[in-house]
């Protein structure tokens, strides 16, 4: 693995040389509370166009805030997802670029010269939290959430470990926290002690500026609830749904089969949904509300795994793609935006942003400069409605499985190149998104220019490295 130290260096001396702040100034700064879903997609909730899953609490936050209509995760898989949020780089430069696994528990780690938003808002004053999954390092690594900023952690350390709500442990920091779930008894869902651990940071942070990084683990696969849940009773009942056969005895080998997919997977975007709101008024009830920017997002589109149909849920909102595709599908995801007296209420943008931006926004409600040349830009004007917005020239994504891809978003033409790894001057495909959302037709041959100058992006933004090669 490559250190880099300037980078590091770089942020020590502008930390170092920033102004000492009093303690009516630190308490001024807004909480920043970030909800990452996983694997949901960008048309999973009623405010997004969803017609058979109910979201009361996500459609009222946007009622009550700000929807963007063009937003984009780091890239189409969890882990380089994840790094691109949390280092303000898109994956041709983020450190961790793919799922690798690593003994004996957890993902290629991020290194210690990585700087996250978490280094930058603890360093400004800010208690840092992480409930739910992690996926970039084992405890004791570089990539350890208390080494990457995080004050606490509690969850999943490895998101392979993560497909299961019913699992023996869980991680509290360095701590690994034993539960008395087994293949037979299934009595501690995972997804509900996170949410309560993550309400109690909330509490127990409430005098204090605090960040809050709530990556739940809901809907991902496996399609599980506690028995008797009463969000599954009801979409059985909704759906009618004819049961799948599965096995009397489940061997822990990959996903849990489920027997009622459709009404499982409704009531665990249900579920999230009930947590959104489970948030929101622990903040309303701390009097915090109107000091607390509130962000909901997903790591990338929806899966088909675990027995999962997104189509049956159009899922994807009618974009083109799901999880593992650089197509609108697999990228754009639901972006909300909360801050109750400062954001507009039931207002929508179409402002081009990604996870990159997270960055250098969050430096910019802490009242810190950004500590690294980050691949963002600030989005704080289009959440303020005020001030000059500056504008992306392009978006650029890779995906380093299934022979890899490459993508780039330049106005209204978005470009996809698959099979990168074998041939990285591989045709690209070209669709206009203003005339084709859906990206049906390629139209690369009647504008050989814009393709051109795809390749040019593509080529000048992809930084080889040797932890995760994407050229073969």
């Given at each position: 693995m490559r250190?880099?130290?300037?980078?590091w260096?770089?942020?020590?001396?502008?930390?170092?040389?920033?102004?000492?702040?009093?303690?009516?100034?630190?308490?001024?700064r807004?909480?920043?509370?970030?909800?990452?879903?996983?694997?949901?997609?960008?048309?999973?909730?009623?405010?997004?166009?969803?017609?058979?899953?109910?979201?009361?609490?996500?459609?009222?936050?946007?009622?009550?805030?700000?929807?963007?209509?063009?937003?984009?995760?780091?890239?189409?898989?969890?882990?380089?997802?994840?790094?691109?949020?949390?280092?303000?780089q898109?994956?041709?430069?983020?450190?961790?670029?793919?799922?690798?696994g690593?003994?004996?528990e957890?993902?290629?780690?991020l290194?210690?010269s990585?700087?996250?938003?978490?280094?930058?808002?603890?360093?400004?004053?800010?208690s840092?939290?992480?409930?739910?999954?992690?996926?970039l390092?084992?405890?004791?690594?570089?990539g350890?959430?208390?080494?990457?900023?995080?004050?606490?952690?509690?969850g999943?350390?490895?998101?392979?470990?993560?497909h299961?709500?019913?699992?023996?442990?869980?991680w509290?920091?360095?701590?690994?926290?034993?539960?008395?779930?087994?293949?037979?008894?299934?009595?501690?869902?995972?997804?509900?002690?996170?949410?309560?651990?993550a309400?109690?940071?909330i509490?127990?942070?409430?005098?204090e500026?605090?960040?809050?990084?709530?990556?739940y683990?809901?809907?991902?696969?496996?399609?599980?609830?506690?028995k008797?849940?009463?969000?599954?009773?009801?979409?059985?009942?909704?759906?009618?749904?004819?049961?799948?056969?599965?096995?009397?005895?489940?061997?822990?080998?990959?996903?849990?089969?489920?027997?009622?997919?459709?009404?499982?997977?409704?009531?665990?975007v249900?579920?999230?949904?009930?947590y959104?709101?489970?948030?929101?008024?622990?903040?309303k009830?701390l009097?915090?509300?109107?000091n607390?920017?509130?962000?909901?997002?997903?790591?990338?589109?929806?899966?088909?795994?675990?027995?999962?149909?997104?189509?049956?849920?159009?899922?994807?909102?009618?974009?083109r793609?799901?999880?593992?595709?650089?197509?609108?599908?697999?990228?754009?995801?639901?972006?909300?935006?909360?801050w109750?007296?400062?954001?507009?209420?039931?207002?929508?943008?179409?402002?081009?942003g990604a996870f990159?931006?997270?960055?250098?926004?969050?430096?910019?409600?802490?009242?810190?400069?950004?500590?690294?040349?980050?691949?963002?830009?600030?989005?704080?004007?289009?959440?303020?409605?005020?001030?000059?917005?500056q504008?992306?020239?392009h978006?650029?994504w890779?995906f380093?499985?299934?022979?890899?891809?490459q993508?780039?978003?330049?106005?209204h033409?978005?470009?996809?190149r698959?099979?990168v790894?074998?041939?990285?001057n591989?045709?690209?495909?070209?669709?206009?998104?203003?005339?084709?959302?859906?990206e049906?037709?390629?139209?690369?041959?009647?504008?050989?220019?814009?393709?051109?100058?795809?390749?040019?992006?593509?080529?000048?933004?992809h930084?080889?490295?040797p932890?995760?090669?994407?050229?073969?």
């Amino acid at each position: 693995m490559r250190h880099f130290l300037l980078p590091w260096i770089i942020f020590c001396i502008l930390i170092g040389s920033a102004p000492i702040r009093s303690a009516a100034q630190v308490q001024s700064r807004p909480n920043i509370v970030l909800i990452l879903a996983d694997d949901l997609g960008y048309g999973d909730a009623g405010v997004y166009g969803q017609q058979k899953i109910k979201t009361p609490n996500i459609d009222a936050l946007a009622k009550e805030g700000l929807r963007f209509t063009r937003f984009y995760c780091g890239t189409a898989v969890c882990a380089p997802s994840r790094s691109s949020l949390l280092t303000g780089q898109h994956t041709g430069h983020t450190p961790i670029r793919g799922n690798i696994g690593v003994k004996p528990e957890g993902q290629w780690p991020l290194p210690d010269s990585a700087i996250t938003i978490a280094k930058l808002l603890k360093s400004a004053g800010y208690s840092t939290g992480c409930f739910g999954k992690w996926g970039l390092g084992y405890i004791g690594t570089t990539g350890d959430p208390n080494k990457q900023g995080f004050d606490q952690f509690y969850g999943y350390n490895c998101q392979t470990l993560a497909h299961d709500y019913f699992p023996d442990h869980l991680w509290n920091n360095a701590q690994r926290v034993t539960l008395t779930n087994t293949l037979d008894e299934q009595t501690v869902y995972s997804a509900q002690l996170i949410h309560e651990q993550a309400l109690q940071f909330i509490r127990q942070h409430r005098q204090e500026p605090f960040f809050l990084l709530l990556a739940y683990t809901l809907p991902h696969a496996a399609l599980q609830l506690p028995k008797d849940d009463s969000l599954y009773n009801y979409y059985k009942k909704v759906f009618d749904e004819k049961p799948v056969t599965v096995p009397d005895h489940w061997n822990g080998k990959g996903y849990q089969p489920q027997a009622y997919p459709h009404a499982a997977y409704a009531a665990m975007v249900g579920k999230l949904d009930v947590y959104v709101g489970q948030v929101k008024r622990q903040l309303k009830a701390l009097g915090l509300d109107k000091n607390t920017i509130v962000l909901f997002a997903s790591d990338n589109g929806p899966h088909k795994e675990g027995g999962n149909e997104p189509d049956f849920f159009n899922s994807n909102g009618g974009l083109r793609g799901i999880k593992r595709d650089l197509y609108e599908g697999g990228v754009r995801t639901p972006f909300i935006a909360w801050w109750p007296g400062t954001i507009k209420a039931g207002t929508q943008s179409s402002q081009v942003g990604a996870f990159w931006d997270l960055m250098p926004t969050f430096a910019a409600l802490a009242g810190v400069a950004a500590p690294v040349k980050s691949d963002g830009i600030s989005i704080l004007p289009t959440l303020l409605g005020k001030g000059t917005q500056q504008q992306h020239d392009h978006l650029y994504w890779e995906f380093h499985e299934q022979g890899g891809k490459q993508a780039v978003l330049l106005k209204h033409w978005k470009g996809v190149r698959l099979n990168v790894s074998a041939n990285k001057n591989a045709l690209i495909e070209l669709c206009d998104l203003e005339k084709d959302p859906a990206e049906t037709k390629n139209i690369a041959a009647q504008h050989p220019e814009i393709v051109k100058e795809m390749d040019r992006i593509m080529k000048q933004d992809h930084a080889e490295t040797p932890d995760f090669p994407l050229i073969k």
